[in-house]
């Protein structure tokens, strides 16, 4: 089994609090997924942004 992490629509419009489309909470997610993408990073495992 391959191992891959999928970081979906982590855009400015929809993550920082005064966004036009922000969603509450966005920000708060965010430590995780910077601890995540640098593990991954780290280990040469795929990340893929999806927009």
Same mark, same amino acid.
């Given at each position: 089994?391959?191992?891959?992490?999928?970081?979906?629509?982590?855009?400015?419009?929809?993550?920082?609090?005064?966004?036009?489309?922000? %969603?509450?909470?966005?920000?708060?997610?965010?430590?995780?997924?910077?601890? %995540?993408?640098?593990?991954?990073?780290?280990?040469?495992?795929?990340?893929?942004?999806?927009?």
């Amino acid at each position: 089994m391959k191992t891959a992490l999928i970081i979906i629509d982590m855009q400015n419009d929809f993550a920082l609090p005064d966004a036009p489309m922000g %969603v509450a909470g966005a920000m708060a997610v965010l430590p995780n997924i910077r601890r %995540v993408l640098e593990h991954f990073r780290a280990q040469r495992l795929p990340v893929f942004h999806v927009v």
